[in-house]
């Protein structure tokens, strides 16, 4: 299997304020260090928090709200206009 070295991520789960850090080598390139990480459509973080998460979907929630009262507003408009 072969590894795209510039997606590769190395993150160090831990709930400790000061995790180990260990310098992670592909082909005697350093792989970057990363504080969150995506895995299967799940945002997490080195905590082992799901913020990122929480905060993602508030924000698409927010945004599909704004889509259905704009939407909303346009259908009224469109009723009144047809009548």
Known sequence: MKLNISKTKVISFSRKTKAL???YKLCQLSIAR?????????????????HDQVDRIQQRFAALCLIVSILKSITVILLLWRS
């Open 21 to 23: 850090i260990y310098d």
């Open 34 to 50: 990363t504080d969150s990480i995506k895995d299967l459509g799940v945002f997490i973080d080195a905590k082992l928090y799901f």
